[in-house]
């Protein structure tokens, strides 16, 4: 289904449903579209239950209609228009899909920025309520959060410092992503999730950047059998930031009660509940890996500081003069940035 399509039944679809009779008050179904799988973890321990929670407070009134893995037509980086144009209700996504669109928000996706989730969520969302509100304003936004961290996953070779990776077709999802990978003389390619396995399977990549919760949902732990980490305590990889919006007609013809609902599982404690819920699932599936017989190699302190210098300082730089560019301050909103990253980082 091609854009134009989409619009067009947005114009049948334009407002959630309203079911009545006798005896029940009005119904509102709303439509929620995502590419990721139902088995993902992100869909079936926070989406889930964060829809669910939803229905039981508004008594019944609100429902909800999922449709994960694209469904209801389109690509990864059409659902933010989608939420937007009212061909669908509400939306969960990856800014990074629409490079260049939300380019102040882009910081938390900056090499070695994020420590761990569920803190950086909670920057993450008051960093875009204070810096970048209007790079979502055609939507209602719900929630923004961040993953656990990126790490690397190889197929047959074993990455344990920058050098090795030069040559090796390595698949990332976002700009920053294929950004840190060119920098250290890896060969990037861009993929969505759902072409990950098929992937690794035919040779076109031989590995990628992901965090570990998302690792069975790209056949990871199947088809790659070894992972780089960084040392504990030191800023990882990257992160990615992952939004909830919501089409802004449909939570306008909303009664006020049920607006106080979504109110309700919106905002910074419901992006940190996103991102702890990533975080407690890395553990799972990192000690499900080991126990397949997989590698986890943590890479050393000398050859993590190495790999950060070779990375941070060129895209960091970039993206400074990129912001200063559009008529922002660079310099300023990385400084905001590493404050509230800073502020809420895991203290233990």
């Known amino acids: ?28 179904t709303l439509r929620f579209h995502t590419f990721v799988p139902a088995m993902s973890n992100v869909y079936s321990r926070s989406i889930t239950p964060w829809m669910a929670k939803i229905e039981q407070e508004s008594g019944g009134r609100l429902k909800f209609q999922a449709f994960p893995s694209m469904q209801m037509g389109g690509a990864p980086a059409q659902l933010y228009d989608q939420a937007r144009d009212g061909v669908v209700d509400v939306v969960w996504s990856l800014a990074g899909y629409t490079p260049g669109r939300f380019p102040r928000s882009e910081a938390f996706e900056l090499p070695f920025f994020t420590y761990d989730a569920e803190g950086s969520s909670r920057a993450a969302w008051d960093y875009i ?52 990978l060119s920098a250290v003389g890896a060969i990037p390619v861009a993929l969505p999730l759902s072409e990950v396995p098929n992937a690794l399977s035919k040779g076109v990549i031989e590995g990628a950047i992901m965090p570990w919760d998302t690792v069975p949902a790209g056949k990871l732990d199947e088809l790659t059998k070894f992972h780089t980490e960084f ?31 979504i109110d309700q599982n919106s905002g910074a404690d419901v992006s940190a509940m996103y991102g702890r819920e990533a975080e407690v699932k890395d553990q799972v599936v990192r000690q499900a890996t080991v126990a397949r017989g997989n590698t986890v190699h943590v890479m050393g302190k000398a050859e993590a500081e190495e790999f950060r210098r070779l990375v941070t300082n060129p895209i960091v730089e970039e993206w400074v003069k990129e912001m200063n560019a559009k008529g922002f301050d660079g310099a300023k909103l990385l400084a905001a940035g590493r404050e509230l990253v800073e502020r809420y980082r895991p203290k233990a």
């Open 1 to 28: 289904m091609d854009r134009r399509t989409l619009i067009k039944s947005a114009a049948v679809l334009a407002a959630p449903a309203i079911v009545t009779n006798a005896r029940a008050q009005s119904v509102t």
């Open 129 to 180: 309520a204070n810096y970048a509100p209007d790079e979502f304003r055609e939507v209602k936004l719900l929630a923004c959060h961040t993953h656990g961290l990126n790490i690397l996953h190889m197929k047959s070779k074993l990455v344990t410092k920058a050098s090795d990776m030069r040559g090796l077709k390595v698949r990332g999802s976002t700009r920053k992503n294929t950004q840190i």
């Open 231 to 261: 040392p504990k305590g030191m800023q990882g990889f990257n992160n990615s930031i992952q939004f909830l919006a919501m089409n802004k007609a449909s939570y306008d013809s909303l009664p006020a009660d049920l607006k106080k609902v």
